[in-house]
């Protein structure tokens, strides 16, 4: 039963103060629920959650579209726990994510609502730990599970330790990069199992052609929810690029360094060689950096959130695949060492800074062969301005030579591109839809491959874990 007010009275001051206390009563959630929400100082909610959170409540099953930054984790968090039945013993809601690090902030955010109820018990479920620890853990079975899927497809189905099927909620979270990262064979093995009036949630930053068969296969008429942060992010978000005409890139780096002070400063990197490199190079300098890539250990990647979250690093070097999804609060610049292979990911990278209040900036060092990618941004609404630094100041720079640019030499991707774009003499019903489809798959598939060694290695992660304990249980016997 929910009561909506006009959202205005967000606004409204009260002797010279800022009204805090009914800014969710809208929803009248339980009084613990509120109470958290006062403690982490939510005031508002954001338009996903204004969409989504009247629609949970409904039983409806949803497929929510936003970028980073939207609180899409909270739109589906809140409503999840306020529902729970703490004097039930059984898992009633799992949520999936692709990764290790997002499932423990979202696990993370879970925990403040505990603070006002302890009975409230949520369980990380995640690979790189002892599962043998984790299997102790669930001789009470959890409210909420949290996790990754291939961890609770091994304790669900395999171990027989982890109950889900009681469950009245799923929620699949960056459903994209489960999409990509493998796992939705892993999904599909857990959903077959569970009940058939399941209420599923799923969000993402896209929906690539590949994920809707699994959609229609479990979800039941879903609404979608799509909301374009694509200008929340950019209006407070200045874009800046940086020509590093013969300059090695890693002085260009530097320069900008130079001249920004950040609270917290993201450095992206393409590769996961390039950003180890990177933190190698900037350490031997004298900087104390983060680093966030598939490249590290379990324990490594654990540690490192753990001093990131202390704010213990001014600068932290990532790659697009392993800080997707990660919260990282206070960043107030980003550096591009190159633009990504994809439009989106650019969005994502500078959607991590310039949140709610506050103002971002976003460096992008470029050359001609950036071109069409630049092009591609502006078209979605993102102004760049063009800088080079003199003397340690940053100044503005000629305007970029399109025309000089669209002759330079072409990478394979934009001839293939080219080929495609290319007008034929007769043209068919439904010619520019099938163009657009082909460009779709010839990104796609650069994607693909870009994530393919990360694919790998957590598939061979896995078979050691799993030899490890094999061995382990022979010892024992």
Same mark, same amino acid.
């Given at each position: 039963n929910l009561h909506y007010l006009d959202v205005s009275i967000f606004n409204h001051i009260l002797s010279g103060r800022r009204i805090i206390m009914d800014l969710f009563d809208k929803f009248q959630f339980n009084d613990y629920v509120k109470k958290t929400l006062n403690n982490i100082h939510f005031t508002s909610p954001t338009p996903i959650q204004d969409k989504v959170i009247p629609l949970v409540y409904k039983n409806k099953d949803i497929i929510g579209i936003s970028q980073t930054g939207t609180g899409k984790t909270h739109s589906? /968090? =809140?409503?999840?726990?306020?529902?729970?039945?703490?004097?039930?013993?059984? !898992?009633?809601? +799992?949520i999936t994510t692709p990764t290790r690090e997002l499932a423990h902030q979202i696990y993370e955010n879970a925990k403040e609502f505990k603070k006002e109820n302890p009975d409230l018990r949520i369980s990380l479920v995640i690979g790189g730990s002892d599962k043998q620890k984790a299997i102790n853990k669930l001789s009470t079975q959890p409210h909420i599970v949290i996790g990754t899927p291939g961890r609770i497809k091994d304790l669900s189905l395999n171990e027989q330790a982890?109950?889900?099927? $009681? %469950?009245? $909620?799923? +929620? +699949?979270?960056? %459903?994209?990069? $489960?999409?990509? &990262? *493998? &796992? /939705?064979?892993? /999904?599909? %093995? +857990? /959903?077959?199992?569970?009940r058939e009036d399941l209420q599923m949630l799923v969000f993402s930053a896209t929906i690539p052609e590949h994920l809707w068969p699994f959609l229609r296969k479990y979800m039941n008429a879903p609404e979608l929810v799509q909301i374009d942060a694509h200008k929340k992010t950019t209006d407070n978000t200045k874009h800046y690029l940086i020509h590093t005409k013969h300059h090695d890139r890693y002085t260009v780096l530097k320069n900008?360094?130079? =001249?920004?002070?950040?609270?917290?400063?993201? =450095?992206?990197?393409?590769?996961? $060689?390039?950003a180890t490199k990177l933190s190698d190079q900037l350490r031997s300098d004298g900087y104390r950096v983060g680093e966030i890539h598939g490249d590290l250990e379990p324990r490594e990647r654990k540690q490192m959130m753990r001093r990131i979250n202390n704010n213990e690093y001014q600068y932290i070097v990532a790659t697009d695949i392993a800080a997707r999804g990660i919260d990282i609060? *206070? !960043?107030?610049? !980003?550096?591009?060492?190159?633009?990504?292979t994809e439009r989106d990911f650019y969005i994502h990278r500078s959607g991590r800074c310039g949140r709610g209040k506050y103002k971002g900036e976003c460096y992008s060092m470029y050359d001609s062969s950036n071109q069409q990618m630049v092009e591609s941004l502006e078209k979605k609404g993102i102004h760049f301005e063009v800088k080079e630094i003199r003397n340690g100041v940053l100044m503005d720079a000629k305007t970029r030579n399109k025309r000089k640019n669209r002759n330079a030499p072409q990478s394979e991707l934009e001839k293939e591109i080219q080929r495609i774009i290319k007008r034929? #003499?007769? !043209?068919?019903p439904g010619y #520019? #839809?099938?163009? #657009?489809?082909?460009?779709?798959a010839i990104y796609q598939k650069k994607k693909r491959d870009i994530i393919r060694k990360d694919i790998q290695k957590q598939k061979k992660e896995r078979a050691k874990q799993a030899q490890r304990e094999k061995r382990e249980r022979e010892n024992m016997q």
């Open positions: 589906f /968090l =809140i409503p999840i726990i306020d529902r729970i039945d703490t004097s039930a013993d059984y !898992v009633q809601a +799992v982890l109950i889900i099927t $009681t %469950a009245t $909620t799923f +929620v +699949v979270d960056e %459903a994209d990069m $489960t999409l990509e &990262y *493998g &796992y /939705l064979e892993d /999904l599909d %093995a +857990v /959903l077959s199992k569970m900008i360094m130079d =001249i920004i002070d950040p609270y917290i400063c993201l =450095i992206f990197c393409n590769k996961r $060689t390039e609060d *206070g !960043v107030s610049h !980003v550096i591009n060492m190159e633009f990504p034929p #003499k007769k !043209v068919k #520019k #839809k099938k163009r #657009k489809r082909e460009i779709q």
